[in-house]
């Protein structure tokens, strides 16, 4: 190798070119993180690659300090990826490659090894296990940074593993505030008496069952040993017997939350149009080369069910799949049901694991003992090898593009990792993005149709009710609730079905006003005016964050003449429970998910029934699936139409389809109440008589007159700079 390496630093420079210390030579490698000198700060940077001489003209070049890993951690996959971003989104390399990975990855030599009994016994089988066993047995617990120093071997990562995966020797994951690790088990789903037959004359093995079914949750195997006496022996043939499961948690996280869903799945048979998705996508896999697909269908299609099978299929061809999802604590069912499905193999990056949690789930990817991996758009660089299929679900989500430095598109990018690995990429929705429909035009995208509603569930019943012939009351700042609506939910309620309002605003009131002077309380960042958040007492920029808590008289003119004009999904809250008291009801929106169970408890408690009704923003919209509503109302279809975004039509129409998808899955047909100013626009039109083609067509017009993606490539150039001249001069 040569004697200089390009190292990405997370600067805004391009790869810096380091000289390569004879003592770290084996060790810097491409992928690999290493410590290094910028200026007088030392900073942590990944190598992308070495080579012979530095770049012309360089005549001084600085040492590298420091190699933290002893294997890469972005494999070449990844960094050519990254080497894509850095490129197309015009992103630092550096900051891109930092963006890849996991937040502060402890350095792998920090990992301490230890030696097993039937390490310690076995005969070493060649030189390189010899010498590790040997310096193990002289000093237990040591770290692999001093094993790698006292060995010098470049293949020292080669060896470890092969012995950890042999069970001679063990590597506690210690993070720099020194969680650890441990081994538990828990008992998988079945007859008790079945169980013990299978387990044979082992009474120790028998005891081991009947603990964990008197516990009723996992255990740790030192809790077991503890309990009932055994030994890992017996654990392992538990575990091979296909009785117990095992797995590895932080030491002090609640086992809890590894349990299997034990709902046995109900055998579903495909219909042939699911099962003619399915062959298509099984042969593109097959054949082993980059293929990607639209698979559409309404909610409740069956596209789930599509992909899952598929992904099954890739695993049992021995590759992986990523999942992508825009958030997962929106689809707590989708998990649940992934989990089911794919158990052990799977690893879920959630937005809320801890930092070593989140580490745990990354090296379970990267050693290939999770081969599924559930996330939101950056689990797309999970580090999988032989990846088989990407699937993106709801892909017309915005959630997937990422709007800070690096900036990218999680859907565009599963496309550019899907080509790399020669992969499958399915993008899924029910309405799909203009670029996914041209793409299907142009034959980028091959498209897949799902026909029907699973379990033949009828289309919901639309009523569009026209705001401006409504004779509502109109006192500022009332919740237009009109008389049909009203109706409507009166007769929900006493079906005792389960109602879900939409009303796409968070807080109490979008502005505060005076009436005596018109103050109305704008940002002093943005310029916005300030929402009225009643429950916290503030009032909140939704532009920058900026907040100030609610006078009671005006800082202008004195006057107590404050109002709150208009409202979100706090006041149609207040306003629901005085016109139906006693009525369940809960709030899903951003303000909800930062609270302590957040998004995820709330569907819980909305799916098991615990709530009746449901209001919240666009989120309530996304992929759930509640058979048990009869009804879905939007207050103000025209909210997402008023916005300078020339996405603002496409938005409104696939809100509007999911909302409508919300209604009537089980076994009766739904309603969709849609209050609007706008009742003869072409997207609410079309949204309500499910009528893609049409809303396909006149939007396809609107894009190619104004010269509006996907007919065109759209661009935001931000020149930003303290003093204006400069930044105008730049631009
Ligand atoms: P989508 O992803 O299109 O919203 P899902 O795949 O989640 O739809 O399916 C909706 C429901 O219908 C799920 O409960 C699923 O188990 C069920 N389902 C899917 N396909 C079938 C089928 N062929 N027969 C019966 N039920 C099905
Ligand atoms: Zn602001």
Not at 140 to 147: D, G, I, K, Q, W
Not at 444 to 449: G, I, M, R
Not at 514 to 531: I, L, Q
């Amino acid at each position: 190798m040569g004697a200089f390496a390009a190292v990405a630093v997370p600067a805004p420079l391009p790869a810096l070119t380091y000289a390569v210390p004879a003592a770290l030579d084996e060790l810097v490698q491409p992928g690999c993180r290493v410590r290094v000198p910028l200026g007088p700060r030392k900073l942590v940077g990944v190598v992308i690659a070495r080579s012979d001489r530095p770049p012309e003209g360089i005549d001084s070049v600085k040492e590298i300090l420091e190699c933290l890993d002893v294997e890469p951690v972005l494999p070449a996959a990844l960094l050519e990826l990254g080497g894509f971003i850095s490129e197309y989104y015009l992103a630092p390399i550096g900051d891109t490659l930092k963006a890849m990975l996991p937040s502060s990855l402890p350095p792998w030599g920090e990992r301490r090894i230890t030696l097993t009994n039937a390490g310690a016994v076995a005969p070493p089988r060649d030189d390189g296990e010899a010498v590790v066993r040997e310096a193990l047995l002289a000093s237990p617990r040591l770290r692999l940074a001093e094993l790698q120093r006292q060995l010098g071997r470049a293949d020292l990562a080669v060896i470890v593993e092969k012995m950890r995966v042999d069970g001679r020797v063990s590597v506690e994951e210690t993070d720099r505030r020194g969680i650890r690790y441990v081994k538990a088990v828990e008992l998988k789903p079945g007859d008790a008496a079945e169980q013990d037959e299978r387990v044979g004359r082992s009474a120790k093995g028998r005891a081991v069952l009947a603990h964990l079914r008197e516990l009723g949750r996992p255990a740790t195997l030192g809790e077991l040993s503890k309990a009932v006496g055994c030994g890992p022996g017996v654990m392992r043939r538990l575990v091979g017997l296909g009785l117990l499961r095992q797995f590895t948690q932080p030491e002090r996280l609640s086992l809890a939350r590894h349990r299997l869903a034990t709902t046995e799945r109900p055998e579903i048979i495909l219909r042939p149009d699911q099962q003619d998705s399915l062959d298509a996508l099984e042969a593109a896999l097959g054949a082993d080369r980059y293929q990607a697909f639209l698979l559409r269908g309404m909610t409740g299609s069956g596209k789930t069910e599509v992909y899952f099978r598929l992904v099954a299929t890739a695993l049992e061809a021995g590759r992986g799949a990523i999942l992508l999802v825009p958030e997962i604590a929106l689809v707590p069912a989708l998990a649940r049901g992934a989990r089911a499905r794919f158990g052990d193999q799977l690893a879920i990056l959630h937005s809320n694991l801890s930092t070593s949690e989140r580490h745990q789930e990354w090296e379970r990817i990267r050693r290939g003992e999770a081969r599924v991996v559930l996330g939101p758009r950056s689990a797309i660089f999970a580090p999988l090898t032989h990846l088989g299929v990407v699937v993106v679900d709801e892909e017309h989500d915005s959630a997937y593009k990422q709007d800070v430095v690096p900036r990218y598109n999680g859907r565009d990018l599963a496309l550019v990792r899907a080509r790399a690995n020669r992969a499958v990429a399915v993008l899924v929705s029910a309405t799909p993005s203009m670029e996914s429909r041209h793409n299907v035009d142009s034959g980028k995208l091959d498209a897949l149709t799902l026909t029907r509603r699973a379990g033949g569930a009828k289309l919901p019943e639309s009523v569009l009710v026209d705001l401006r012939a409504e004779d509502v009351v109109r006192q500022p700042g009332e919740v237009v609730l009109s008389s049909i609506l009203k109706n409507e939910i009166t007769r929900a309620l006493e079906a005792d079905d389960q109602i879900i309002l939409l009303r796409n605003r968070r807080g109490y009131a979008p502005t505060l006003l005076c009436r005596a002077c018109g103050e109305n309380f704008e940002c002093p960042e943005c310029g916005v005016s300030h929402t009225v958040h009643r429950r916290d007492r503030i009032l909140e920029c939704h532009h920058c964050g900026h907040t100030l808590p609610i006078p009671d008289r005006c800082p202008q003119c004195d006057a107590e003449a404050l109002e709150p004009i208009g409202a979100g999904t706090e006041r149609v809250e207040e306003r629901f429970k005085e016109l139906y008291p006693g009525v369940a009801v809960e709030v899903l929106d951003a303000d909800v998910s930062k609270r302590p169970g957040g998004a995820a408890a709330v569907l819980e408690r909305f799916g098991s029934g615990a709530t009746q009704v449901l209001i919240g923003t666009q989120m309530v919209a996304k992929g759930h699936h509640f058979p048990r509503v009869a009804l879905a109302a939007v207050l103000h279809a025209d909210s997402y139409l008023g916005f300078p975004d020339f996405r603002a039509v496409e938005r409104t129409y696939a809100l509007l389809t999911q909302l409508a998808g919300r209604a009537g899955r089980g076994e009766r047909p739904g309603r969709v109440v849609v209050q609007t100013y706008h009742p003869e626009h072409y997207a609410i039109r079309a949204a309500l008589d499910h009528d893609d083609v049409a809303y396909a067509r006149e939007e396809t017009r609107f894009r190619r007159s104004f010269l509006y993606p996907p007919f065109a490539r759209l661009v935001q150039v931000v020149a930003r700079h303290k003093e204006r001249a400069r930044a105008e001069a730049a631009i």
